[in-house]
């Protein structure tokens, strides 16, 4: 009679389990790699977008009044980074240099002007014209100029981008740039501007009608 000894469960070394743990990271981090490498693996598994959208529908109309006496071109450069507040920037961080470049109008609302902001003298050759002072208008960012200079990402954010629909998203830079670009606007004079300009405008237009002396004042 055969009398089978069994065998205590045998121990995996803390070392094994180590090198292990080492091996699974390695090859985590050498897939991304591939994949960033060789862009057609993952088109393989990318998705393709089809516009079926309908027309335009025209839904109002709305007057515009305003003159737009001046424009200014910016440039501005973010240099964005976020970073996990318990781990290194090689796992999980990321840092984007970007570019932005982008227009601010500066304009004089006419619409605002009554028939009170308005003086004529008797015989029609002096004229007074009260205005508005000028305002800035939004800041319209140019994506066809700007541009990403450096992305760096940790391997928790690549691995991320890979079931991301939206990958490398740089909306977070772009809200940056313009707000940077309307600040920028505020402090440049471009109203200052915008309110030469029409005066300029006012006077060369009633002289063409016959006026002498065209005096043009901004005020609230």
Same mark, same amino acid.
């Given at each position: 009679?055969?009398?089978?000894?069994?065998?205590?469960?045998?121990?995996?070394?803390?070392?094994?389990?180590?090198?292990?743990?080492?091996?699974?990271?390695?090859?985590?981090?050498?897939?991304?790699?591939?994949?960033?490498?060789?862009?057609?693996?993952?088109?393989?598994?990318?998705?393709?977008?089809?516009?079926?959208?309908?027309?335009?529908?025209?839904?109002?109309?709305?007057?515009?009044?305003?003159?737009?006496?001046?424009?200014?071109?910016?440039? &501005?450069?973010? +240099?964005?980074?976020?970073?996990?507040?318990? !781990? *290194?920037? @090689?796992?999980? %961080?990321?840092?984007? #240099?970007?570019?932005?470049?982008?227009?601010?109008?500066?304009?004089?609302?006419?619409?605002?002007?009554?028939?009170?902001?308005?003086? &004529?003298?008797? +015989?029609?050759?002096?004229?007074?014209?009260? !205005? *508005?002072? @000028?305002?800035? %208008?939004?800041?319209? #960012?140019?994506?066809?100029?700007?541009?990403?200079?450096?992305?760096?990402?940790?391997?928790?954010?690549?691995?991320?981008?890979?079931?991301?629909?939206?990958p490398n998203s740089?909306?977070?830079?772009q809200r940056l740039?313009?707000?940077?670009?309307?600040?920028?606007?505020?402090?440049?004079?471009?109203?200052?501007?915008?309110?030469?300009?029409?005066?300029?405008?006012?006077?060369?237009?009633?002289?063409?009608?016959?006026?002498?002396?065209?005096?043009?004042?901004?005020?609230?």
């Amino acid at each position: 009679m055969t009398t089978s000894i069994e065998r205590p469960p045998r121990r995996v070394p803390g070392w094994a389990k180590a090198v292990g743990a080492l091996v699974l990271v390695l090859a985590v981090l050498f897939a991304g790699i591939r994949l960033a490498v060789l862009p057609g693996i993952k088109d393989l598994f990318g998705t393709e977008s089809h516009d079926r959208s309908g027309p335009a529908l025209l839904r109002a109309v709305q007057d515009m009044s305003r003159y737009d006496a001046a424009s200014g071109s910016f440039q &501005v450069v973010v +240099d964005l980074e976020k970073d996990a507040k318990y !781990l *290194p920037d @090689a796992i999980r %961080g990321t840092r984007t #240099l970007y570019v932005g470049a982008g227009t601010v109008d500066a304009y004089v609302d006419l619409g605002q002007v009554g028939d009170e902001d308005v003086t &004529v003298d008797g +015989d029609r050759t002096s004229a007074t014209l009260r !205005l *508005p002072h @000028a305002r800035l %208008g939004g800041p319209a #960012l140019d994506t066809d100029h700007s541009y990403a200079v450096s992305k760096q990402r940790g391997l928790l954010d690549r691995l991320g981008d890979l079931f991301s629909d939206n990958p490398n998203s740089e909306q977070a830079v772009q809200r940056l740039a313009v707000k940077h670009i309307g600040e920028a606007a505020r402090g440049s004079g471009l109203t200052a501007r915008a309110e030469t300009n029409t005066t300029r405008m006012l006077q060369g237009l009633l002289k063409s009608l016959g006026f002498t002396q065209v005096r043009v004042t901004y005020g609230s």
